[in-house]
């Protein structure tokens, strides 16, 4: 969690409070009234705190202490941020809204969710589709892949290929590039996932490209 930035506080990013709820600091009276009450003085930061259906008010002073002192749980504890997704909750928004995804096993092939099953499975499938789908692991970590900037080009990226017995290819594994001198069966996973080139420059354009999109 990021420590409380008054700064960015006041430009709308929300805090997180010490009960684990969210609020939203709107004014520092310091800088909007000139004269003000003792109290005020004290606790100048003013906004809102979300309670369940409810929106309170609430005040703190300049490090985040609420003016509900006898508690504390309304003192800001940090900058807010959302809660990480589930691999499932991932999939499923993945699958609802047509979004890329990414694994922490395979962190260089952007995948796409295709189906779900009747049994909660997801299936996956590269964007190409040149690969067979298969059921994803959700004992691996999933994550989303950034949108593309809409004047990115993908059809200059070079395409993974199938080596057949006897080849030479580079291949993307934990985020770097590696060499297989000869190509052999106990290799058909590399294949099957998109992760072959035929040239070292080509594995790198495609890991800048990845790296470049991930959140």
Request: hydrophobic share 40%; aromatic share 12%; charged share 25%.
């Given at each position: 969690m990021k420590e409380f930035?008054?700064?960015?506080a006041l430009n709308g990013e929300p805090v997180?409070?010490?009960?684990?709820?969210?609020?939203?600091?709107?004014?520092?009276?310091?800088?909007?009234?000139?004269?003000?009450?003792?109290?005020?003085?004290?606790?100048?930061?003013?906004?809102?705190?979300?309670?369940?259906?409810?929106?309170?008010?609430?005040?703190?002073?300049?490090?985040?202490?609420?003016v509900h002192w006898a508690t504390m749980e309304y003192d800001i504890i940090g900058m807010w941020e959302d809660p990480k997704l589930t691999s499932e909750q991932v999939l499923e928004k993945a699958c609802n809204e047509d979004l890329l995804v990414l694994c922490d096993g395979n962190?260089?092939?952007?995948?796409?969710?295709?189906?779900?099953?009747?049994?909660?499975?997801?299936?996956?499938?590269?964007?190409?589709?040149?690969?067979?789908?298969?059921?994803?692991?959700?004992?691996?970590?999933?994550?989303?892949?950034?949108k593309l900037d809409p004047k990115f080009d993908t059809s200059t990226l070079p395409k993974p290929f199938k080596p057949h017995i006897g080849d030479e290819f580079f291949y993307l594994s934990d985020g770097v590039i590696r060499y297989f001198s000869f190509y052999a069966d106990c290799a058909a996973n590399l294949m099957i996932n998109g992760q072959c080139f035929r040239t070292k420059e080509d594995a790198q354009k495609w890991l800048d490209f990845m790296k470049s999109m991930m959140e």
């Open positions: 930035n008054l700064k960015a997180m409070l010490r009960n684990g709820g969210k609020a939203v600091v709107k004014y520092n009276l310091l800088n909007e009234v000139e004269k003000l009450e003792v109290r005020d003085t004290v606790y100048p930061l003013i906004g809102y705190r979300f309670d369940g259906i409810y929106i309170n008010t609430t005040s703190w002073n300049l490090t985040g202490k609420s962190p260089d092939l952007p995948l796409k969710v295709i189906a779900k099953t009747k049994n909660g499975e997801f299936v996956m499938q590269p964007e190409d589709g040149i690969i067979q789908p298969w059921l994803a692991n959700l004992t691996m970590e999933w994550f989303f892949v950034k």
